[in-house]
């Protein structure tokens, strides 16, 4: 298994018109969020906005339109932040995503 050496691996994908690019940052992390902010889902939402989605920066719960929009852009940053991103088919638009290396990673992934 080759690692990737700076650990960061970025995907795409396009919610009700806009594009969210979100940074996975690494296993550790992943963990050390979790167990952070487990049964606080408000300050985990605002942790996935500010820290997992890079692309549009500084985003806010209170930038969306509507609750579906919110919660389909912080699966997708949860998903990614959990490294379970790659060779996934985008549900919103059909299009599989990839990293932003074009070469997939070979982080454990779990089920979705």
């Known amino acids: ?3 990737n050496v700076d650990k960061t691996y970025t995907a795409t994908r396009q919610i009700n018109g806009t594009t969210y690019r979100a940074q996975f940052n690494g296993v550790r992390e992943a963990i050390r969020i979790s167990n952070q902010y487990r049964g606080d889902e408000l300050k985990l939402d605002e942790y996935l906005l500010s820290n ?3 692309e549009p920066p500084g985003m806010k719960l209170d930038d969306f339109e509507d609750i579906d929009e ?3 852009v912080l ?8 490294g379970r991103f790659r ?3 985008d549900t919103d638009t059909g299009a599989a ?3 932003s290396a074009g070469e997939l990673g070979a982080v454990a992934s779990g089920a979705e």
């Open 75 to 82: 699966n997708f940053a949860a998903g990614v932040m959990s």
């Open 97 to 99: 995503e990839t990293d």
């Open 70 to 72: 919110a919660r389909r």
């Open 87 to 89: 060779n996934r088919t």
């Open 52 to 54: 997992v989605i890079v």
């Open 1 to 3: 298994m080759q690692k």
